[in-house]
C-alpha cells in the first residue's frame, strides 16, 4: 500500500452582499403574511465582505468554521442587483407551515468601500412587525422571484452551473461564463435574518444586515517546480489540471443539512463534524446524466468518449488562469457546484476530482532497449518496465528473433505458410496485436498477398505507428492514418503510450477528514458552495497513466500529495493512505 499526504483547508467562507436599490424600488404588500393596516417603512440593507482571521481549528475536521478568511477575486465579489423575500412566520426558515412570501427587487447596488455595500433607504409598503428575510444576490434578469411566492418554493427552488444539460433553462445560473472571464455569482442568505418594521421614517431608514455566500465552489493548484518521484522511476513536472465529475444537475437555493442522509433537513444549518449537506441528488443517488458532457469519469476510463484519447486530453486539461492570493500565485481551474454522496458511494462514478497532467522524465537508465531514449521523448509501458519504442517492446518479449519477423513473412507463399510462421514465432502475450491481426487474416483466408502483412505495415496502419532510427536514436510517430489513435490500438495488449512523456494523475477532492482512514467519514468527499479548494502538488510516488485512470502495468496506486484549502484556511492535514 502506498501512503500519500494530504493537507487540507476547509471553510465557508460567508461572503456579505450588498444590494443597492434606487429611491423607485419599493415592495407594495397587500398585507398577506402579516396582520394589521399597510404602512410605509424605509429600510436600508447594509453588507460587509467578511476577511481576515477568525479563529483558528488544528487541522480540518469538517465543520462550518475555518481559521481565516479569503477575500476572493473582485469578479467574485461584484453584485449588481438582488432580490429579497421578506415574510412572517415564528419558526423562521425552518417553519414546518408554508407561509406567502413577498419578493422585493434591488436593481442597483452601492460600493461603500473594498468589500462594503450598502443600498439607498427603500419603501416598504407592508404591515408593521417581524419579519424574516431571505436574500439572493446577482438573480439574473428572469425575474424568477416574481412566481416564487412561497417559503418551500424559496427553500427548494434550484440553481443551476452555466453548462447546465437541464432544461430548466429559466432557472438562473451560479456564475456566468464568458470569453473574457467570469462573472455574476450568485449568491444567496448564509443565515437566518429577523428585522421589524415599525413605520420606520426614510430621515432615521431601519438598517438590516444580511449575509450572503456564493453558490459556487472554485478549485485552484499550485505546482512549483520538479518533483523527484519516491519510487525512484524519474521526475514529474506538473503541465495543468482539470475537473473530471463536474457535477451539473443544480443545487438548492438554500443551503440544507442533514444529521444523515435521508433524513430530516436543516435549511441554513451549521455543519459538524458528522452531518451532511444535501443536494438535490445526495439521497436519490446521481447518473452519468448529472454530470458535465465528456467530464463523466467512468466513461472517460472505459474509452466511452473522445477523452481517452490522449490528444483530447493535452488540449483538455489546461495550466489554468494565475491569480494572486496573499502574495502568492495559484493556477484556477475553474468554478464547479455543490456535489455531496453518502459514505457509501463509488468515488470515480460520484465525487468531483481533479486530473493533472505532467511530464514525466524517466531516471536513467530506466528506459529499456537497444535504443537511447531523450527526454521529453515519447515512450511506452509494458509489464512494468519502460522503452523508447515499440520495436524495443518486441524484443523484450522475443528477444532477437524479432529482427526477422519481416524476412520471414516476406518469404511466406501462403496462408498455411502464415499460419505456421504464427505457431513458430509469435504468442498470445504479443505486445502488439500482430498475433491476433495475422491470426484473423488466416481465418478470414481469400486470395494470398504478403503485401501489409510485415509488423512494419501492421503498425502503421492499424496503430498508426511507425520509427525512424538514426545510430542508437529513434524517434516514433503516433497516429497516423485517419481516426487511429495509436493508445487506443494498443492499450488491449497491455501498452500504455506516453506520447511527449505525457502522463495523468486523478485526485478525489476532500472536503473534511475525520483521521480514520479505516473509513469514509461524513463529508469526506465532496464540494460544498461557497468554498475554494486550493491543490498544492508537493510530491508524486511514480509513473501516472497515460491517460486519467490508465494506471501503469505494475499496478501500483498513483500517490500525490495535495494541500487544500478553501474560503476559510484550515491548518495542513496529513492522511495516510
Same mark, same amino acid.
Given at each position: 500500500?502506498?501512503?500519500?499526504?494530504?493537507?487540507?483547508?476547509?471553510?465557508?467562507?460567508?461572503?456579505?452582499?450588498?444590494?443597492?436599490?434606487?429611491?423607485?424600488?419599493?415592495?407594495?404588500?397587500?398585507?398577506?403574511?402579516?396582520?394589521?393596516?399597510?404602512?410605509?417603512?424605509?429600510?436600508?440593507?447594509?453588507?460587509?465582505?467578511?476577511?481576515?482571521?477568525?479563529?483558528?481549528?488544528?487541522?480540518?475536521?469538517?465543520?462550518?468554521?475555518?481559521?481565516?478568511?479569503?477575500?476572493?477575486?473582485?469578479?467574485?465579489?461584484?453584485?449588481?442587483?438582488?432580490?429579497?423575500?421578506?415574510?412572517?412566520?415564528?419558526?423562521?426558515?425552518?417553519?414546518?407551515?408554508?407561509?406567502?412570501?413577498?419578493?422585493? $427587487?434591488?436593481?442597483?447596488?452601492?460600493?461603500?468601500? =473594498? !468589500?462594503?455595500?450598502? &443600498?439607498?433607504?427603500?419603501?416598504? @409598503? %407592508?404591515? *408593521?412587525?417581524?419579519?424574516?428575510?431571505?436574500?439572493?444576490?446577482?438573480?439574473?434578469?428572469?425575474?424568477?422571484?416574481?412566481?416564487?411566492?412561497?417559503?418551500?418554493?424559496?427553500?427548494?427552488?434550484?440553481?443551476?452551473?452555466?453548462?447546465?444539460?437541464?432544461?430548466?433553462?429559466?432557472?438562473?445560473?451560479?456564475?456566468?461564463?464568458?470569453?473574457?472571464?467570469?462573472?455574476?455569482?450568485?449568491?444567496?442568505?448564509?443565515?437566518?435574518?429577523?428585522?421589524?418594521?415599525?413605520?420606520?421614517?426614510?430621515?432615521?431608514?431601519?438598517?438590516?444586515?444580511?449575509?450572503?455566500?456564493?453558490?459556487?465552489?472554485?478549485?485552484?493548484?499550485?505546482?512549483?517546480?520538479?518533483?523527484?518521484?519516491?519510487?525512484?522511476?524519474?521526475?514529474?513536472?506538473?503541465?495543468?489540471?482539470?475537473?473530471?465529475?463536474?457535477?451539473?444537475?443544480?443545487? $438548492?437555493?438554500?443551503?440544507?443539512?442533514?444529521?444523515? =442522509? !435521508?433524513?430530516?433537513? &436543516?435549511?441554513?444549518?451549521?455543519? @459538524? %463534524?458528522? *452531518?451532511?449537506?444535501?443536494?438535490?441528488?445526495?439521497?436519490?443517488?446521481?447518473?452519468?446524466?448529472?454530470?458535465?458532457?465528456?467530464?463523466?469519469?467512468?466513461?472517460?476510463?472505459?474509452?466511452?468518449?473522445?477523452?481517452?484519447?490522449?490528444?483530447?486530453?493535452?488540449?483538455?486539461?489546461?495550466?489554468?488562469?494565475?491569480?494572486?492570493?496573499?502574495?502568492?500565485?495559484?493556477?484556477?481551474?475553474?468554478?464547479?457546484?455543490?456535489?455531496?454522496?453518502?459514505?457509501?458511494?463509488?468515488?470515480?462514478?460520484?465525487?468531483?476530482?481533479?486530473?493533472?497532467?505532467?511530464?514525466?522524465?524517466?531516471?536513467?537508465?530506466?528506459?529499456?532497449?537497444?535504443?537511447?531514449?531523450?527526454?521529453?521523448?515519447?515512450?511506452?509501458?509494458?509489464?512494468?518496465?519502460?522503452?523508447?519504442?515499440?520495436?524495443?517492446?518486441?524484443?523484450?518479449?522475443?528477444?532477437?528473433?524479432?529482427?526477422?519477423?519481416?524476412?520471414?513473412?516476406?518469404?511466406?507463399?501462403?496462408?498455411?505458410?502464415?499460419?505456421?510462421?504464427?505457431?513458430?514465432?509469435?504468442?498470445?502475450?504479443?505486445?502488439?496485436?500482430?498475433?491476433?491481426?495475422?491470426?484473423?487474416?488466416?481465418?478470414?483466408?481469400?486470395?494470398?498477398?504478403?503485401?501489409?502483412?510485415?509488423?512494419?505495415?501492421?503498425?502503421?496502419?492499424?496503430?498508426?505507428?511507425?520509427?525512424?532510427?538514426?545510430?542508437?536514436?529513434?524517434?516514433?510517430?503516433?497516429?497516423?492514418?485517419?481516426?487511429?489513435?495509436?493508445?487506443?490500438?494498443?492499450?488491449?495488449?497491455?501498452?500504455?503510450?506516453?506520447?511527449?512523456?505525457?502522463?495523468?494523475?486523478?485526485?478525489?477532492?476532500?472536503?473534511?477528514?475525520?483521521?480514520?482512514?479505516?473509513?469514509?467519514?461524513?463529508?469526506?468527499?465532496?464540494?460544498?458552495?461557497?468554498?475554494?479548494?486550493?491543490?498544492?502538488?508537493?510530491?508524486?510516488?511514480?509513473?501516472?497513466?497515460?491517460?486519467?485512470?490508465?494506471?501503469?502495468?505494475?499496478?501500483?496506486?498513483?500517490?500525490?500529495?495535495?494541500?487544500?484549502?478553501?474560503?476559510?484556511?484550515?491548518?495542513?492535514?496529513?492522511?495516510?493512505?
Amino acid at each position: 500500500m502506498k501512503y500519500y499526504y494530504k493537507h487540507i483547508c476547509g471553510l465557508l467562507f460567508l461572503a456579505l452582499v450588498a444590494v443597492g436599490c434606487s429611491q423607485d424600488d419599493v415592495a407594495a404588500g397587500d398585507g398577506e403574511g402579516g396582520v394589521g393596516e399597510l404602512t410605509d417603512s424605509y429600510v436600508t440593507l447594509n453588507f460587509t465582505m467578511a476577511f481576515a482571521g477568525q479563529g483558528t481549528r488544528s487541522n480540518p475536521t469538517g465543520g462550518e468554521n475555518g481559521d481565516r478568511t479569503e477575500a476572493g477575486q473582485d469578479y467574485e465579489n461584484e453584485i449588481s442587483n438582488a432580490v429579497a423575500f421578506l415574510y412572517q412566520d415564528d419558526a423562521g426558515v425552518n417553519s414546518s407551515a408554508d407561509p406567502q412570501v413577498t419578493p422585493i $427587487y434591488f436593481s442597483t447596488v452601492n460600493k461603500v468601500a =473594498v !468589500g462594503e455595500y450598502s &443600498t439607498n433607504p427603500v419603501r416598504i @409598503t %407592508l404591515p *408593521n412587525g417581524d419579519y424574516h428575510i431571505i436574500v439572493v444576490a446577482n438573480p439574473g434578469s428572469g425575474q424568477w422571484w416574481n412566481s416564487t411566492t412561497t417559503l418551500n418554493a424559496v427553500r427548494d427552488y434550484l440553481v443551476y452551473s452555466p453548462t447546465s444539460q437541464s432544461s430548466q433553462t429559466s432557472n438562473p445560473t451560479a456564475w456566468t461564463e464568458a470569453e473574457d472571464g467570469y462573472s455574476d455569482f450568485l449568491m444567496s442568505s448564509a443565515s437566518d435574518a429577523l428585522f421589524t418594521l415599525e413605520s420606520n421614517p426614510q430621515s432615521d431608514p431601519l438598517d438590516v444586515d444580511v449575509s450572503v455566500e456564493r453558490m459556487a465552489a472554485r478549485i485552484d493548484y499550485q505546482a512549483e517546480g520538479s518533483f523527484p518521484c519516491s519510487d525512484q522511476t524519474g521526475s514529474v513536472e506538473i503541465l495543468g489540471a482539470a475537473i473530471v465529475n463536474d457535477y451539473n444537475a443544480g443545487c $438548492y437555493l438554500l443551503k440544507r443539512v442533514a444529521d444523515e =442522509v !435521508g433524513g430530516d433537513v &436543516t435549511y441554513l444549518g451549521n455543519e @459538524t %463534524l458528522t *452531518n451532511y449537506v444535501i443536494d438535490p441528488k445526495t439521497v436519490s443517488g446521481k447518473a452519468s446524466t448529472d454530470y458535465k458532457e465528456d467530464t463523466y469519469y467512468p466513461d472517460i476510463i472505459d474509452n466511452g468518449n473522445d477523452l481517452a484519447d490522449p490528444n483530447v486530453w493535452a488540449d483538455y486539461v489546461k495550466k489554468g488562469t494565475p491569480i494572486a492570493v496573499d502574495g502568492k500565485t495559484w493556477n484556477r481551474i475553474g468554478y464547479t457546484m455543490e456535489n455531496t454522496t453518502p459514505t457509501t458511494s463509488d468515488l470515480a462514478s460520484t465525487n468531483t476530482g481533479v486530473v493533472f497532467k505532467a511530464r514525466f522524465s524517466p531516471a536513467t537508465n530506466t528506459v529499456k532497449g537497444n535504443y537511447d531514449y531523450s527526454r521529453p521523448a515519447t515512450f511506452f509501458s509494458y509489464r512494468g518496465a519502460l522503452y523508447a519504442s515499440m520495436e524495443d517492446v518486441m524484443k523484450s518479449v522475443y528477444g532477437t528473433a524479432f529482427d526477422d519477423f519481416d524476412n520471414k513473412i516476406a518469404a511466406c507463399k501462403s496462408w498455411e505458410d502464415v499460419k505456421a510462421f504464427i505457431a513458430e514465432n509469435l504468442n498470445q502475450l504479443d505486445p502488439s496485436g500482430y498475433d491476433d491481426y495475422l491470426s484473423g487474416l488466416v481465418e478470414a483466408g481469400g486470395t494470398f498477398s504478403t503485401d501489409g502483412l510485415t509488423w512494419s505495415e501492421y503498425m502503421l496502419a492499424n496503430c498508426g505507428y511507425s520509427s525512424t532510427t538514426s545510430g542508437n536514436n529513434v524517434a516514433v510517430t503516433l497516429d497516423q492514418g485517419s481516426g487511429v489513435v495509436t493508445r487506443v490500438a494498443l492499450r488491449p495488449y497491455g501498452v500504455s503510450t506516453y506520447e511527449n512523456a505525457t502522463c495523468y494523475y486523478t485526485w478525489w477532492v476532500k472536503h473534511s477528514n475525520d483521521n480514520d482512514n479505516s473509513k469514509v467519514g461524513p463529508m469526506e468527499y465532496g464540494i460544498v458552495r461557497n468554498n475554494i479548494y486550493k491543490l498544492t502538488v508537493k510530491s508524486v510516488a511514480g509513473l501516472g497513466g497515460d491517460v486519467p485512470g490508465g494506471k501503469p502495468e505494475s499496478g501500483d496506486d498513483i500517490v500525490i500529495h495535495v494541500k487544500v484549502n478553501d474560503w476559510m484556511l484550515l491548518d495542513e492535514e496529513e492522511i495516510i493512505m
